[in-house]
């Protein structure tokens, strides 16, 4: 014979599953969070008599108030998660003995995700002066458990979101790169000269960067280039280093002199980048008759010149501040020689250099001046640098866009 207990039980038992199902249900029609979360409110204060619900969901490491029904702005404010909440790994019963800052609760409800704390449910009744043990209480499982759905639901949509963000990012990412590698010179884009052999790398960090080098015939016999880095990384660095490449090739000539060139590309720099960035760069004029090279180093890391009469290197650093730096330059100095037959010139952005060990960055350029003064051709030093860069990719030293030009005159 059945009691009548055991009739209550197995209909509560139904209404239960009966929740679930419905829940289920709702949650395989995707419906959005916002329609989900009022759809669990109504469940909570009508189905299961809950009178106060307030829910934390924790994403990106950062707490986020979820869900607020029947809940006092004032009690709200008195919350914080991690001084109230991130102690509690199981359900508790705070009816008789709330915590301070809790009071007018009656429970509060960890949620897990693949045994990660994803959020917390705290639930009371609407009569705080109730005494003895919260009506909500014996339902206590069964919110645990349609809570941790909805959450886990949340938690899953937000990853797939993040997922889609992620492969629209990736995917413009792919054309900003396949973009700014067209507007870098490759080797088919160089100069040709008999007198002259030139090669390059050419290896952003992030796919897209602010590193640039280029070449442009000025003149029949002469030939200018520069090597230049934005500070920072990325798109914002991209976006610059391109517009500031438009500018090189609409005012570099043979006419205009280097000095007057770098203040007008002070100036440009300063209208695009809003003195929020700078760019340090250094640009040359190259003779291939009278071998005769001028230049200006602005605040860029100094060129190498391996110089084949004398058997050393030089640093080519005379020059000026960084472009965008100041509004305008105040001195800019011009390097002037004459490159010996036989010579090696090599030009590098920071991140050929700069390489992270531990949690100190070294310098690698006495490794440069090594490969640089070996008594082989400019293009078998380039084969030896990009084995450099090799080694130090495996190793995650490199951190930065690299950009690399060998000249041997």
């Known amino acids: 014979m059945i009691t009548q207990t055991r009739k209550r039980r197995v209909k509560l038992y139904k209404d239960r599953l009966n929740i679930l199902l419905d829940l289920a249900q709702t949650i395989n029609e995707d419906h959005s969070v916002e329609s989900l979360?009022?759809?669990?409110?109504?469940?909570?204060?009508?189905?299961?008599?809950?009178?106060?619900?307030?829910?934390?969901?924790?994403?990106?490491?950062?707490?986020?108030?979820?869900l607020t029904s029947g809940v006092r702005p004032e009690e709200v404010a008195g919350i914080d998660v991690e001084r109230d909440l991130m102690k509690y790994q199981a359900i508790e019963n705070i009816t008789i003995s709330p915590p301070e800052h809790l009071r007018g609760f009656d429970a509060i409800i960890p949620l897990f995700h693949r045994f990660r704390s994803i959020?917390?449910?705290?639930?009371?009744?609407?009569?705080?002066d109730y005494k003895g043990i919260s009506p909500t209480i014996k339902h206590l499982k069964l919110i645990q458990i349609i809570a941790n759905l909805i959450i886990v639901f949340i938690e899953n949509k937000r990853m797939q979101q993040a997922l889609l963000e992620q492969?629209?990012?990736?995917?413009?990412?792919?054309?900003?790169?396949?973009?700014?590698?067209?507007?870098?010179?490759?080797?088919?884009?160089?100069?040709?000269h008999?007198?002259?052999?030139?090669?390059?790398?050419?290896?952003?960090?992030?796919?897209?960067?602010?590193?640039?080098?280029?070449?442009?015939?000025?003149?029949?016999?002469?030939?200018?280039?520069?090597?230049?880095?934005?500070?920072?990384?990325?798109?914002?660095?991209?976006?610059?280093?391109?517009?500031?490449?438009?500018?090189?090739?609409?005012?570099?000539?043979?006419?205009?002199?280097l000095k007057k060139l770098v203040h007008q590309l002070n100036r440009r720099v300063n209208e695009s980048a809003n003195n929020e960035k700078f760019i340090t760069l250094f640009i040359g004029k190259y003779n291939l008759l009278t071998r005769k090279l001028s230049y200006i180093n602005a605040g860029h890391l100094p060129p190498l010149l391996y110089d084949a009469r004398k058997g050393g290197i030089l640093s080519l650093d005379k020059g000026c501040i960084g472009l965008g730096m100041?509004?305008?330059?105040?001195?800019?100095?011009?390097?002037?020689?004459?490159?010996?037959?036989?010579?090696?010139?090599?030009?590098?952005?920071?991140?050929?250099?700069?390489?992270?060990?531990?949690?100190?960055?070294?310098?690698?350029?006495?490794?440069?001046?090594?490969?640089?003064?070996s008594p082989v051709s400019m293009a078998e030093n380039i084969v030896e640098i990009k084995a450099f860069i090799k080694e130090h990719m495996s190793r995650k030293s490199i951190f930065d866009d690299i950009s690399v030009i060998g000249m041997e005159f």
Request: glycine share 10%.
């Open 167 to 192: 492969e629209v990012m990736r995917k413009e990412l792919e054309l900003a790169s396949r973009i700014q590698n067209q507007l870098i010179p490759g080797p088919a884009d160089l100069p040709s």
């Open 326 to 373: 100041l509004d305008e330059i105040p001195a800019i100095e011009v390097g002037r020689l004459t490159i010996p037959r036989g010579s090696k010139l090599l030009a590098f952005t920071d991140g050929l250099v700069e390489l992270e060990r531990g949690d100190e960055v070294t310098n690698g350029q006495l490794s440069l001046e090594k490969i640089l003064s």
């Open 37 to 66: 979360l009022a759809e669990f409110e109504i469940l909570l204060r009508e189905e299961l008599d809950v009178g106060k619900v307030l829910v934390y969901t924790c994403s990106d490491g950062v707490w986020h108030n979820l």
């Open 119 to 128: 959020g917390y449910l705290l639930i009371g009744d609407v009569d705080e």
């Open 194 to 257: 008999k007198n002259l052999s030139i090669h390059t790398i050419y290896q952003p960090h992030l796919g897209v960067g602010g590193d640039y080098y280029d070449f442009l015939q000025i003149s029949r016999h002469s030939i200018g280039f520069c090597v230049g880095d934005v500070s920072g990384k990325g798109i914002a660095a991209a976006l610059l280093m391109s517009n500031f490449q438009a500018v090189i090739h609409s005012v570099f000539s043979a006419r205009m002199s």
